[in-house]
């Protein structure tokens, strides 16, 4: 029997063949663009450890929301910065606060594209963690039943707003299905829940505690948020949070945890983005700004990695920018 030599090669000839053959692919609609909205911004500041993105002040927020629905992209992820910080998170939940009125004027500029509030207490308190703080110095704890309260109270005030989803980052248990049941209750039913379910206490999160103005002034955020090494504990967080009524699921950060993705969308079957958190980005970003690496290809490279690992959504600062460059590459 003439023995012949296996040719893969040949389904790689030209790119017309690869496209034709290509596994998974990469689509703007599966973007969403974090935004951060400054209640103290009277033009866009740009964050220095972030290259390209900035604060935007409320008017240049509804600029950057008619942009993004006119390149195509569905969804924005909103994080804001109030004016002034306490210890009870106030601005967080307050009808005026930056995001409810950030919701209300994007929803009014641009109101085919989806808004998603994050729902945290960091960037409102004056001390920087997830959570209300019982304690100060090396002697504190975060409280979780009090805190999940106000993260209920927050939600519902971005649902009574406007947004379409509401995003808990926090990593407080229980916290899905108050929130859950707080939308019911005041009929609110459509708002869907994307939980940060595996969410890890992370070196990748520095710029963006720069943009958000949200690094703890003491302590860390290792009780509530998970442990680098655990893999079994995440599944079982995504299980409650599925149990409690969330929607959408998040795994953040990205790039260390691509087995986390793969196994969550395998197992839980829901719809599931990846972020890919600010640490990521800018070294990166470094990288090509050095010369060492093609920003471009390197990106691609790195959506088509998340897509490939089971992500259906992909969190990303370079949303905007992907949106030309996959026009290239069709």
Known sequence: MLSLP???????????VRNLVRECRLHRQQLILPVFVSEKAGE?????????????SLASLVEEARRISDLGLPAILLFGIPAEKDEGASQAYAGKGIVQRAVRAVKQAAPGLTVITDVCLCEYTSHGHCGLVEGHGSDYRVVNDASVELLARTALSHAEAGADVVAPSDMMDGRVGAIRSALDAHRH????????AAKFCSAFYGPFRDAAESAPQFGDRRTYQMDPANALEALREVAIDIEEGCDLLIVKPGLPYLDLLWRVKERFELPTAVYNVSGEYAMLKAAAMNGWLDEKRAALELMTGFRRAGADMIITYWAKDLVPWLDEEA
């Open 44 to 56: 866009p500041q740009p964050v220095r450890s972030m290259p390209g993105v900035v604060q935007h």
């Open 6 to 16: 296996l040719r893969p090669r040949r389904l790689r000839a030209s790119a017309s």
């Open 189 to 196: 039913h459509d708002v869907a829940i994307m939980s940060y």
